[in-house]
């Protein structure tokens, strides 16, 4: 299993930014996958789940209205679109993958960096 | 929301020692309760699920415990590599809402 975000950067106050994940290694529409973040030097944080065949999605109370997530299984890859971006949105976002719907989070990818600051 | 409370914040242990993390669920999670290790820039890793299953390659000197509320998980024997963060997290609620606790740090004493 390999799982490679992309789409990390400065973005400031008010703005957008969409994540991807690229997936490998196994059948990706099989599985939910997930997004969780890091805030600089704190917990890990769940953000959003997405159903395999992508008709479900989840939120935290944090991201909600804000925050869309989405998945191309065509391309094996997982996105979050992030609007309305706040400072205490800056974090370390890791894409994972279910072990099932809802479940344990059983790979990790290596994590891309977003920070929102003017 | 299920609140998960991680104890102690540190631990400070002598290589070889045991160590013994406690993790709390503020409502009953019945086994569905993981742990994870995270090392200085890297991204957690499945250490155990189901409250007390070891994930591949996991070794066998991590164990896990507990159910309802109250879970531990200990590592019988420090080694170099085991300095870390430990986070528990439920996946008992539905619709899905995963909670991690706050991280356990493990640190040479």
């Known amino acids: 299993v390999q799982l490679v975000e992309s789409g990390g950067g400065l973005v400031q106050p008010g703005g957008s930014l969409r994540l991807s994940c690229a997936a490998s290694?196994?059948?990706?529409?099989?599985?939910?996958m997930s997004w969780v973040r890091q805030a600089p030097g704190k917990g890990l944080e769940w953000v959003s789940l997405?159903?395999?065949?992508?008709?479900?999605?989840f939120y935290a109370d944090s991201v909600k209205g804000r925050f869309t997530i989405s998945r191309d299984n065509s391309k094996n890859t997982l996105y979050v679109q992030m609007n309305s971006l706040r400072a205490e949105d800056t974090a370390v976002y890791y894409c994972?993958?279910?072990?099932?719907?809802?479940?344990?989070?059983?790979?990790w990818g290596q994590g891309t960096l977003v920070t929102v600051s003017s | 929301e299920i609140v998960m409370t991680q104890s102690p914040a540190t631990l400070s242990v002598s290589p070889g020692e045991r160590a013994t993390l406690s993790c709390r669920a503020s409502?009953?999670?019945?086994?569905?309760l993981a742990w994870y290790q995270q090392k200085p820039g890297q991204a957690p890793r499945l250490l155990i699920f189901?409250?007390?299953t070891r994930a591949t390659g996991i070794p066998a000197r991590f164990s896990g415990s507990g159910s309802g509320t109250e879970f531990t998980l200990t590592i019988s024997s420090l080694q170099s590599e085991d300095f870390a963060v430990y986070y528990c997290?439920?996946?008992?609620?539905?619709?899905?809402?995963?909670?991690f606790g706050g991280g356990t740090k493990v640190e040479i004493k």
């Open positions: 994972a993958k279910d072990f099932a719907y809802g479940d344990y989070l059983d790979s």
């Open positions: 189901g409250a007390s």
């Open positions: 290694g196994f059948t990706f529409t099989n599985y939910a």
């Open positions: 997405i159903s395999g065949s992508g008709n479900s999605t």
């Open positions: 409502q009953i999670v019945t086994s569905n």
């Open positions: 997290q439920q996946y008992n609620h539905w619709p899905p809402l995963l909670t």
